[in-house]
């Protein structure tokens, strides 16, 4: 009779229980090393049952490849760098999109009028893409501000929040990609894609506003330069005057409402005018709000697939169809032997 009591007994049934999940587990683990061993097999014998068929569709990948190659059209892709305060990622990417629908047209009439081009350009065009850009600068600075919250021990989820706010920011510049046939378009076409752009209705408007108060601001500058100039030539010759002849000099030159005005604060004044002016023509002449970073670069070597690659890749493919049909060759043998004999138990 068994001196067991009931705590024990349940405890020896619960070691029991372990025992026999882990050994169902290790089972487990040990199938599906013997199923992939088993699937290792399957695929060797089914290589060597059908090696005729497999290395048919090498050759002939290998076949079509260079024909491929030598039938198919070579193309170029070419990039350049478009800045603007005024340009989203939604708008570019509308932008791109129409220009896109319009290249895969049969004629490429449309395209010709959209970017004010020839037809001629129009026909060696195959599409455009284009993607924000961030500078090397503004990573780096991203990486250090990902390294500085994380040692304040902010939540991983709440950083990327951060950073994506962040990048967020650099919308403003893309690098805009184009894939062409011929080389010797890139120039007019580069003229082309920045005047498209930058006649969109949205951009036009507001460089054309901005413009105009550029050009008020400078007006208002020179004259204010102007006008200080004169002040300050008075004041001048009004020192030399007091240093010649003090009874022909006047205060009332550098005399104000507060009493003296120091001259120290005439001068300045002028060159934060002077230095305001600067600014103002240079964004003007420089158009900053809307600028070409960088433009189109002209490539010697074609962005298509040599003839070795065009091989390798078509031969893979043609490869890889052989094996689908041997796999549903396979499997239709399967089905038949069941229809025939039906599950074995």
């Known amino acids: 009779m068994s001196n067991q009591t009931p705590e024990q ?10 025992r026999k999940l882990f050994q169902a587990i ?43 190659n030598k039938v198919s ?29 319009l290249s895969e047209e049969k004629e490429h009439d449309g395209l010709a009028k959209t970017l004010n081009i020839s037809l001629e350009v129009a026909d060696n065009i195959i599409d455009f893409d284009y993607v924000p850009f961030v500078d090397e600068k503004d990573i780096i600075e991203i990486e250090l501000l990902k390294q500085q919250l994380e040692e304040l021990k902010i939540e991983k989820q709440d950083i990327n929040k951060i950073v994506e706010q962040i990048e967020i920011e ?12 011929d080389t010797g378009i890139i120039e007019n076409l580069q003229e082309a894609l920045v005047g498209y752009f930058k006649n969109n209705p949205f951009v ?12 008020a601001k400078i007006a208002k500058l020179s004259h204010d330069v102007a006008m200080l100039d004169s002040l300050k030539r008075a004041y001048n010759l009004n020192l030399k005057l007091q240093a010649t002849r003090p009874s022909e000099a006047s205060n009332n030159v550098f005399l104000g409402e507060s009493g003296a005005v120091n001259p120290v604060n005439v001068y300045n004044q002028g060159v934060s005018l002077f230095r305001q002016l600067q600014e103002a023509e240079f964004d003007y002449e420089l158009g900053v709000d809307f600028e ?21 890749i078509v031969a893979g493919i043609f490869f ?4 689908l049909l041997i796999i549903a060759v396979e499997i239709n043998k399967y089905l038949n032997r069941i229809e025939e004999h039906g599950f074995k138990e």
């Open 9 to 18: 007994q349940n405890y020896h049934d619960d070691e029991i229980d372990l």
């Open 26 to 68: 290790g089972r487990f683990f040990i199938n599906i090393g013997h199923g992939i061993i088993n699937m290792i097999l399957s695929i060797r014998r089914a290589t060597l049952r059908y090696k005729i068929l497999l290395g048919t569709a090498i050759i002939g990948g290998i076949i079509a490849g260079v024909i491929f």
């Open 73 to 101: 059209k070579p193309y170029y892709q070419t990039s350049l760098l478009l800045k603007s305060e005024y340009l989203n990622s939604k708008l570019v990417a509308n932008s791109i999109d129409k220009l896109n629908l």
């Open 170 to 181: 650099n919308r403003n510049t893309f690098l805009i990609t184009v894939r062409l046939y």
């Open 204 to 215: 036009f408007n507001r460089i054309k506003t901005n413009n105009e108060h550029l050009k």
């Open 292 to 312: 070409l970073v960088d433009g189109f670069t002209t490539f010697s070597k074609p962005e298509s697939p040599s003839l070795l690659k065009s091989m390798v």
């Open 320 to 323: 890889g169809l052989a094996y």
